[in-house]
């Protein structure tokens, strides 16, 4: 038999988002997947992240309900994205990929499925599913958007592939990767490509603080250098360049967001940044 290679999947609209965030963690509200290691249990978000980017892999465990390893993976964008870091608690650690390389991998959507839908799936098809009821036992966890990555059970890891984009969700801005992180790349704020050199192409977006949640702790998007050095903006340099630089960029009618993002609440705006802060 034949075997297809994948296809391309179509652009995403404007309640999709090109990028897909693998989470480190999970609110305190919720319980961790019981399949998941005790010794990985132990660790902390952010040692989470520093485990995959230092191994170069993702480890798949069964979710609940399945016997079959998975990759988990929220298709959330930015304004959603921020929702479930301020309303859902969700710890703001994590790697993204992008949709296309999930799907790649062999990756897709999960069915939210009633329980008694739920039931008529053989065994092996019980990973791609979550129940979802509202009355009675209920389970709901449509807000997750969910997409999996199946894994094999003999080895149920994932390499994260050399060519995808190496952008990760980090909750402090002091928080350095000790793995190298070659590529980087520039998204606008639907996650679609936009190419660096372009005329007055921006090196960082800079968001101001957000006025509700106040200061640090900080949350938001930041790609790394080859030498695993931070490219990302700061409280201090954002609010410079809102001085220098916001009144200038008001009237673009399309922001570009790049992949270094660091700010409290994820609260993006139009403002841009020209600089690159060391």
């Given at each position: 038999m034949t075997v297809q290679p994948p296809g391309l999947l179509g652009a995403a609209g404007p309640a999709q988002f090109e990028f897909l965030i693998h989470f480190c963690g999970r609110p305190s509200s919720a319980a961790m997947t019981?399949?998941?290691?005790?010794t990985i249990r132990d660790l902390q978000p952010w040692q989470r992240l520093h485990n995959i980017l230092w191994e170069g892999q993702i480890r798949g465990y069964a979710p609940f309900g399945s016997d079959s390893p998975m990759v988990c993976l929220s298709k959330s964008p930015l304004e959603h994205l921020r929702w479930l870091l301020s309303h859902r608690q969700?710890?703001?650690?994590?790697?993204?990929?992008?949709?296309?390389?999930?799907?790649?991998?062999?990756?897709?959507?999960?069915?939210?499925?009633?329980?008694?839908?739920?039931?008529?799936?053989?065994?092996?098809l019980r990973g791609w599913a979550v129940r979802f009821e509202a009355g009675t036992n209920r389970s709901d966890w449509l807000h997750e958007r969910e997409w999996r990555i199946p894994m094999p059970p003999d080895n149920p890891v994932l390499q994260l592939p050399p060519d995808s984009v190496p952008v990760i969700l980090v909750g402090d801005p002091r928080w350095q990767p000790t793995a190298l992180v070659q590529r980087t790349v520039f998204v606008d704020h639907y996650g679609m490509l936009a190419a660096p050199g372009q005329p007055r192409h921006p090196q960082i977006v800079d968001v101001?603080?957000?006025?509700?949640?106040?200061?640090?702790?900080?949350?938001?998007?930041r790609r790394t250098n080859g030498s695993g050095r931070s490219l990302a903006s700061c409280p201090a340099s954002t609010t410079a360049a809102k001085h220098q630089h916001g009144t200038a960029v008001q009237g673009r009618s399309r922001s570009v967001h790049a992949a270094t993002v660091v700010a409290s609440c994820i609260s993006f705006t139009t403002t841009l940044s020209e600089r690159v802060v060391p």
């Open positions: 019981p399949t998941v290691h005790q969700w710890p703001p650690w994590g790697l993204l990929l992008r949709r296309q390389t999930v799907y790649d991998l062999g990756g897709g959507p999960v069915w939210y499925a009633r329980t008694e839908q739920l039931a008529t799936l053989p065994a092996e101001p603080n957000c006025h509700t949640c106040g200061p640090p702790p900080y949350a938001g998007i």
